[in-house]
């Protein structure tokens, strides 16, 4: 069995000017596993891909995709590398047919397109023009173009992104699909629920670094000290419980965070004041908080 | 190779789903013939060296046609493709960059052919149009003019940012010149100051080259250097400032 990393990032930095878009990132992408990129917007995630699929120049670093350095060996890498962008379009009147007989002229040994097609859920819209197909469908072609090499890995970027949310779980069974097939996966995205449910492991980008890696149990379990719990009790006086944890209250909600045995303690004070909220929840930690605490306060909606 | 044909046959068959493009290269030109021949008809006249108005006029449309898939189409499919990450998806292909360029070369320098020959055909079953006095010296002229008009074009598209201001200029350098450099009308009728004045447009060259070859006079060499300096000059800062993305 070989071990070589489908993908190896060692040291890698990009710089536009005097933007550091990639500060420094180092990772191994591993065969035949999901790897997720996830960060906010301008995080450095689609630099990191392009350098990665060979359309950018790292300023220091090595990238070795597939074991290729992918600026000079860029033909050969292409041949067994697939890729599905976040900003690429076809043209307006190509229909979906003649853009995968046009992708598949591009190799050597291609896939059925039918097949694909098929597969995929576009084969009824084969002579639609791209102009005319919704987001979803040519979201679709762009995953059957990415695929259409029989790719040894494959990098999605934003693959769900204008998908509705039934379309958006088919695809991640599709994509399971891929992983399972032998092709590694490079998922970039801003759906924490995709990474979360989708990726073997995560990269946290944050700021051109890579804030947290791991997989998606590894980084829940590093911010599982943090604890918060609500309730609604109107009159409330919130620094009864300051003791406890962080408190705020608005409109008659309290919501406490805190550490370990944050719900015990809350429980306890609760009964000595003999109060007896009925909505009383605990918020587990996923990773989207983990997200917020490491990203500074910016959520994925509002970045 | 195979991904290169594929890739222009593609892309011949989108530029026949364009009806205004296609209607500027293909139609336009008959259009003229018809409307002026109609018009003037193409009977040998004294004062213009025993040519008709037709023999006079054609040369004129051959260099308007290079004006259309040169400077109006090639600007705006360069920085279309750009601008919407058409390239980008190629460029993540395994066909060479210069294919990529060079399919869209070959499509609009057929299509330019193709306007050239049904031009042709019609001048000469309707109007009886001359027949070129020295058909290969026309041929090489015309395939230096389109391709050094094609770098002009390309320029245009490679320097301005999104396709809407890429058009525009391509407006700008093309419509002036269809008139002042003998392409939709000649320049002989112009005032001897006018003439002196439009004698260094890019296509002026163009059409005193193709006229020249057509009509079996020797080749003023000026002509084909500034012609070729243009082109020159034109796809070495194309290719310095070229983007695909």
């Given at each position: 069995?070989?071990?070589?990393?489908?993908?190896?990032?060692?040291?890698v930095?990009?710089?536009?000017?005097?933007?550091m878009?990639?500060?420094?990132?180092?990772?191994?992408?591993?065969?035949?596993?999901?790897?997720?990129?996830?960060?906010?917007?301008?995080?450095?995630?689609?630099?990191?891909?392009?350098?990665i699929?060979?359309?950018?120049?790292?300023?220091?670093?090595?990238?070795?995709?597939?074991?290729?350095?992918?600026?000079?060996d860029?033909?050969?890498?292409?041949?067994?590398?697939?890729?599905?962008?976040?900003?690429?379009?076809?043209?307006?009147?190509i229909?979906?047919?003649?853009?995968?007989?046009?992708?598949?002229?591009?190799?050597?040994?291609?896939?059925?397109?039918?097949?694909?097609a098929?597969v995929?859920?576009?084969?009824?819209?084969?002579?639609?023009?791209?102009?005319?197909l919704s987001?979803?469908?040519?979201?679709?072609l762009?995953?059957?173009?990415?695929?259409?090499?029989?790719?040894?890995?494959?990098?999605?970027?934003?693959?769900t992104?204008?998908?509705?949310?039934?379309?958006?779980?088919?695809?991640?069974?599709?994509?399971?699909?891929?992983?399972?097939?032998?092709?590694?996966?490079?998922?970039?995205?801003?759906f924490?629920?995709?990474?979360?449910?989708?990726a073997?492991?995560?990269?946290?980008?944050?700021?051109?670094?890579?804030?947290?890696?791991?997989?998606?149990?590894?980084l829940?379990?590093?911010?599982?000290?943090?604890?918060?719990?609500?309730?609604?009790?109107?009159?409330?006086?919130?620094?009864?419980l300051?003791?406890?944890?962080?408190?705020?209250?608005?409109?008659d909600?309290?919501?406490?965070?805190?550490?370990?045995?944050?719900?015990?303690?809350?429980?306890?004070?609760?009964?000595?004041?003999?109060?007896?909220?009925?909505?009383?929840?605990?918020?587990h930690?996923s990773?989207?908080?983990l997200?917020?605490?490491?990203?500074?306060?910016?959520?994925?909606?509002?970045? | 190779?195979?991904?290169?044909?594929?890739?222009?046959?593609?892309?011949?068959?989108l530029?026949?789903?364009?009806?205004?493009?296609?209607?500027?290269t293909?139609?336009?030109?008959?259009?003229?013939?018809?409307?002026?021949?109609?018009?003037?008809?193409n009977?040998p006249?004294?004062?213009m060296?025993?040519?008709?108005?037709?023999?006079?006029?054609?040369?004129?449309?051959?260099?308007?046609?290079?004006g259309?898939?040169?400077?109006?189409?090639?600007?705006?499919?360069?920085?279309?493709?750009?601008?919407?990450?058409?390239?980008?998806?190629?460029?993540?292909?395994?066909?060479?960059p210069?294919?990529?360029i060079?399919?869209q070369?070959?499509?609009?320098?057929?299509?330019t052919?193709?306007?050239?020959?049904?031009?042709?055909?019609?001048?000469?079953?309707?109007?009886?149009?001359?027949?070129?006095?020295?058909?290969l010296?026309?041929v090489?002229?015309?395939?230096?003019?389109?391709?050094?008009?094609?770098?002009?074009?390309?320029?245009?598209g490679?320097?301005?940012?999104?396709?809407r201001?890429?058009?525009?200029?391509?407006?700008?350098?093309?419509?002036?010149?269809?008139?002042?450099a003998?392409?939709?009308?000649?320049?002989?009728?112009f005032?001897?100051?006018?003439?002196?004045w439009?004698?260094?447009?890019?296509?002026?060259?163009?059409?005193?080259?193709?006229?020249?070859?057509?009509?079996?006079e020797?080749?003023?060499?000026?002509?084909?250097?500034?012609?070729?300096?243009?082109?020159?000059?034109?796809?070495?800062?194309?290719?310095?400032?070229?983007?695909?993305?």
């Amino acid at each position: 069995m070989t071990t070589q990393p489908a993908v190896r990032l060692e040291g890698v930095t990009r710089s536009f000017g005097d933007l550091m878009a990639v500060n420094d990132i180092s990772l191994d992408v591993q065969s035949g596993e999901i790897f997720g990129i996830i960060g906010p917007n301008g995080a450095g995630k689609t630099t990191t891909v392009n350098m990665i699929c060979g359309m950018l120049r790292p300023s220091t670093g090595t990238v070795r995709t597939l074991g290729y350095d992918p600026i000079a060996d860029e033909r050969k890498l292409r041949q067994v590398l697939g890729v599905q962008f976040q900003e690429a379009e076809l043209p307006g009147a190509i229909t979906t047919q003649e853009a995968l007989e046009l992708y598949s002229s591009f190799y050597t040994n291609p896939h059925s397109w039918k097949e694909l097609a098929e597969v995929w859920g576009i084969s009824q819209k084969l002579n639609t023009r791209f102009e005319k197909l919704s987001g979803g469908q040519k979201q679709r072609l762009f995953i059957c173009l990415a695929l259409l090499n029989n790719p040894q890995l494959v990098v999605l970027d934003e693959l769900t992104t204008g998908l509705d949310p039934n379309a958006r779980r088919q695809s991640w069974e599709l994509v399971k699909q891929i992983r399972d097939g032998g092709t590694t996966v490079v998922l970039v995205t801003h759906f924490m629920e995709e990474a979360e449910y989708l990726a073997d492991r995560i990269a946290l980008v944050n700021e051109g670094k890579i804030a947290a890696l791991g997989t998606p149990a590894e980084l829940t379990a590093q911010h599982s000290d943090r604890r918060t719990v609500t309730f609604t009790a109107p009159g409330f006086d919130a620094l009864s419980l300051a003791r406890i944890g962080h408190v705020s209250v608005s409109n008659d909600r309290v919501t406490i965070e805190g550490g370990k045995f944050l719900m015990a303690g809350v429980a306890n004070a609760l009964r000595e004041m003999d109060i007896d909220p009925v909505d009383l929840s605990t918020e587990h930690t996923s990773l989207e908080d983990l997200f917020i605490s490491l990203t500074g306060g910016t959520t994925m909606e509002e970045a | 190779m195979k991904g290169f044909f594929t890739l222009a046959k593609t892309e011949f068959k989108l530029f026949m789903r364009e009806p205004a493009a296609m209607f500027f290269t293909l139609v336009f030109p008959l259009m003229l013939l018809f409307v002026f021949g109609s018009v003037f008809g193409n009977e040998p006249t004294d004062w213009m060296d025993n040519l008709g108005s037709v023999d006079v006029s054609v040369p004129g449309y051959m260099s308007m046609i290079i004006g259309t898939t040169a400077i109006m189409s090639i600007p705006i499919v360069i920085s279309e493709y750009r601008n919407k990450g058409i390239f980008r998806r190629l460029r993540a292909t395994p066909i060479h960059p210069l294919a990529i360029i060079g399919a869209q070369a070959l499509i609009y320098l057929a299509l330019t052919a193709l306007g050239f020959v049904i031009l042709y055909i019609a001048g000469k079953l309707v109007y009886d149009l001359m027949t070129p006095q020295r058909p290969l010296m026309l041929v090489l002229v015309l395939l230096i003019s389109f391709l050094s008009m094609a770098s002009l074009g390309f320029l245009i598209g490679a320097y301005f940012k999104t396709p809407r201001t890429a058009s525009v200029v391509a407006n700008i350098v093309y419509f002036p010149q269809i008139f002042l450099a003998g392409a939709a009308m000649p320049r002989e009728i112009f005032s001897d100051t006018l003439r002196k004045w439009t004698e260094w447009l890019p296509m002026t060259q163009v059409t005193n080259l193709i006229k020249a070859a057509w009509w079996g006079e020797s080749i003023d060499i000026w002509n084909l250097v500034y012609l070729v300096a243009v082109g020159a000059v034109c796809m070495i800062i194309s290719t310095r400032i070229f983007r695909w993305e």
